[in-house]
């Protein structure tokens, strides 16, 4: 696995012993999820390629085979843990510290408010400590989560 100093998520990728739920709600040879930190929306997943990759035309050919196969899956456990009305899947990597490849695979609730609709949704990750989810919120979704992605009948791992 190629890691680079100072990336943020290459040091929680080497830090896979045994994460808790929030940081791992899942994982292939690939990719690894994660839910979201500095948010209140509950269920603001991370999906992150396990080497360091800081354009989107650098995956391999299996990394870009299994990502669209995670957004759809991520995306219908979301649905099913959450209710919500469909997610966003947006992928930036510009902020200092997160030049690495991620993908936020968001959900949009059905009262999410007009003014936060489409990229706006933004606005709601780097929230104060009040109003962030607190670890063990993330952990216990990150469970649910969890639960539904190893449910039989469910989209196989990639």
Known sequence: MTTSAGCLICDENARLGSPPPREHLASDQHWRVAHAFGTG???WLVLVPLRHVTAIAEL???EAAGL???QVRLSRALHAA????KTYVAQFAEAEGFSHVHFHIVPRMRDLATELR???VFA????PDGR???ESQRDEIAA?????LESPGTMSTP
Do not use: E, V
């Open 82 to 85: 959450t209710g919500c009305a």
């Open 118 to 120: 489409g990229p706006k």
């Open 132 to 134: 962030a989810l607190s």
């Open 144 to 148: 649910d989560i969890r639960r539904y």
């Open 68 to 70: 669209g196969q995670w």
């Open 41 to 43: 929306l509950r269920g």
């Open 124 to 127: 709601l990750l780097n929230q």
């Open 60 to 62: 391999t050919d299996a």
